[in-house]
């Protein structure tokens, strides 16, 4: 019998985060200083003082590889290494030649990759002697992860949760709450962002940019115990989740195959960064010429597709440093697609770099085509994938069907970044036939892209 | 570091399942006849005609191992073998001398232990011409599992959910539905069962007995292509999930100790069952007389503490053979507690045949210190139990406390059936001091007991 799934013990785990930064054919561009007197210079320490010392270090680090800590390897081993698959079930449907293998981190407590990151960030605050993390959720994955890392190492955690679904999806708000965390409906009054929004609409809905403004306002206001945490965009989380593809390397390898192709879906990148970083160097260097990258983004919020590669904020209160990459602007707000993590205005810096360098590709996708491959693919490998993750499902169907065209047995690798348990409702919508789609909002993202900062 | 995660590959995955019938020191009660004209004597195969042939012939089995088909095992490897984890943050909580082990079934695309039993059934089925499946589900777990086996073997399947559930719980319809099955609120207007309850009380919130007397007519009334399928309980639905006891035995091995005490929750039992039966034949050898195996009840279901060991139909419309178990009563309906998998009238007769040989013990336990012990268990090892599985958790945090106080480290093998993804609610209830709890409705029972069979 052929082997369906590829595991690695405890003790073949990679030691070690891969960081792209010394790799880069070109080096990226930095970030610059976001407040008004500043605007446009070269961000200082004090722009970027809401991360702890480590934190910030790893962010610009020279380092080609850095030690993950022997704590962090242990947190990690409650669901690391990951299984990765060979979708025999899923290629069969598809009668294609093409091998399609699967890397799956919805195995974690949390049910995606997020706690890769997690994890890292509580175990430095926690070593620095922060008491206290601050962060902002949307659908609540990138929360309930970081409610577990901080209930691991034991930090106090307060998460702006984007009201929308605070109210709407309350189960990975019971998550956060079971493992100990506060979670509060964003914009709240508990900031002075988040009154600033109510005080012009005190129904709103609430908006990533929001939430992100409110948990950096709380941790600059309480500097003596409290940093803030971000679950994707920034280099250092990036690099967190190298683990994915570190440990990918090694299982395509106990596979026989090296990937042609790999596929992920993109809302910050962090998930598809961590699984093709450690496989890009291998093209950059040559030694894989002709390895294909590509990212998937959705129709309602297509920042590499249709953004401008330009300096912006991470978030709408401007109270981030600006970073280069390609953004819909930082007002801009997405239709209500329902891969929530995938409605962010920007995208990874390192990312939209590689993007411009040629190294990667890009596809937006409309959500009902997504959701039809999420259905094939729970109805061929029996996993539910997360309506984010079913975007690159979407892509790697296409290209299994492009092989059985072409003939051509390639070899398929794609990450799966979690399951769908708390997305069923939107399977249902799907199923009923309830499901809209949504066109690119070129409008909105005119209006948004006019309050780009001048710089 | 010390291991905290043993897994098995795909190629140490048993082969096998065992059966303990022809080990028993006893031999089991026969199934007897439940139609008034022949009600008492021994069960015909036209009493059992709702399963297929295999099923029937693995169900009075005298083979102590059954060799699991190739496709069986191909389609277990989707997500086995499962992985066994050493506690050591849960041991470091309790302050306590003991070793726990957990063996965790949650990784299952429906998130439980019942795909074990489904998928052998669906294969079983399917190659003996079978086009269709019926069944029943409680809040959803099994019918998840059984529509899931049924997507990969192409087998329609109808399920009849508990309309309370269907309503009130609509991710594991949604679920199934995903996976390509019907499923239906019970007491439906699709079968005679159904259309009596509607007939008397049309608002009626169903039950498990009512939605197995809907699933079996259905099958009895379509005899050339539909069988019924049971997801717990019956002798052959244990023999499958004794995969989770024979992986247990080689990661006990590889972990270097042989348990002490083996803790698991029943509803049916046959999750539990399918853990301790390969290490209870150990017992039973006298190779490990000290071996402790304990079974944990809802204080709201007690069947196997507070039930009469007698014979009892399986389902309120007395549509099925008679078997003898430790019952509630067939009419019985549990008060509302969360652990819907654990709100069943009976055990499985294999189950309490062995505990009234002195093999096993039980406890019963209030649902409110249940969840305080999953909150325990996800604020130590990350993983939310399902309600089902929190009560084996708070018998293994009282036995790990015991330890504490005698000073003994003994090894405890905890079989953790699922996660709780789905029990969120129930969690959030219990977080906010919203949780009710349920005494023994001893006055129901008396009354249910009344109309056990007279046999």
């Given at each position: ?42 961000a200082t320490p004090a722009d970027l003082a809401f991360f702890t010392p480590t934190i910030l270090g790893q962010e610009f680090s020279p ?63 926690k070593k620095e002697g922060i008491k206290r993390l601050t962060t902002e959720t949307g659908a609540g994955q990138w929360g309930s992860a ?194 929530g993590g995938l409605r962010y205005h920007g995208k990874a810096p390192i990312l939209c770099h590689l993007y411009q360098l040629g190294l ?96």
């Amino acid at each position: 019998m052929e082997i369906t799934k590829i595991l690695l013990e405890e003790k073949e785990m990679p030691t070690k985060w891969y960081n792209i930064l010394p790799d880069l054919p070109a080096p990226l561009p930095p970030p610059l200083s976001g407040h008004t007197e500043t605007l446009g210079k070269p961000a200082t320490p004090a722009d970027l003082a809401f991360f702890t010392p480590t934190i910030l270090g790893q962010e610009f680090s020279p380092e080609r590889y850095v030690e993950i800590p022997e704590e962090v390897q242990r947190a990690y081993f409650l669901w690391r290494p990951t299984p990765m698959y060979r979708a025999y079930r899923l290629e069969k449907a598809l009668d294609t030649p093409a091998r399609i293998y699967y890397k799956y981190e919805g195995t974690s407590p949390a049910g995606s990759h997020k706690p890769n990151t997690a994890v890292a960030q509580a175990y430095y605050n926690k070593k620095e002697g922060i008491k206290r993390l601050t962060t902002e959720t949307g659908a609540g994955q990138w929360g309930s992860a970081l409610a577990f890392a901080c209930m691991l190492f034991g930090l106090e955690l307060k998460v702006y949760m984007v009201k929308v679904s605070y109210n709407q999806k309350p189960y990975r708000r019971i998550m956060m709450e079971t493992w100990g965390a506060k979670c509060v409906p964003s914009p709240s009054p508990d900031t002075k962002a988040g009154r600033a929004v109510l005080a012009k609409d005190p129904n709103s809905p609430g908006s990533l940019g929001i939430a992100i403004g409110e948990a950096v306002e709380d941790a600059l206001t309480h500097p003596d115990d409290t940093k803030y945490s971000i679950g994707s965009v920034a280099n250092h989380v990036l690099m967190h989740q190298t683990i994915i593809g570190e440990e990918s390397l090694i299982q395509m390898e106990k596979a026989g195959y090296y990937p042609d192709i790999i596929v992920g879906c993109i809302g910050g990148g962090s998930n598809f960064a961590g699984m093709f970083l450690p496989f890009i160097r291998d093209k950059i260097s040559k030694k894989k010429p002709n390895l294909r990258v590509i990212a998937v983004e959705p129709q309602a919020a297509p920042s590499l597709t249709k953004g401008p590669y330009a300096y912006d904020y991470g978030d709408e209160a401007e109270l981030t440093f600006l970073v280069k990459m390609n953004t819909l602007g930082h007002t801009f707000v997405p239709p209500p697609v329902h891969a929530g993590g995938l409605r962010y205005h920007g995208k990874a810096p390192i990312l939209c770099h590689l993007y411009q360098l040629g190294l990667i590709e890009a596809r937006d996708e409309y959500q009902i085509p997504v959701f039809a491959a999420g259905v094939k693919f729970a109805r061929t490998e029996g996993i539910i994938p997360a309506p984010e993750a079913a975007h690159a499902v979407k892509v790697v169907i296409d290209e299994a069907i492009a092989c059985k065209k072409s003939g051509q047995a390639k070899t398929i690798l794609l990450a799966l970044s979690g399951h769908g348990h708390f997305d069923l409702a939107a399977y249902s919508d799907y199923l009923s036939g309830k499901l809209e789609d949504y066109e690119y909002p070129a409008e909105k993202v005119k209006e948004a892209l006019a309050f780009l900062p001048k710089v």
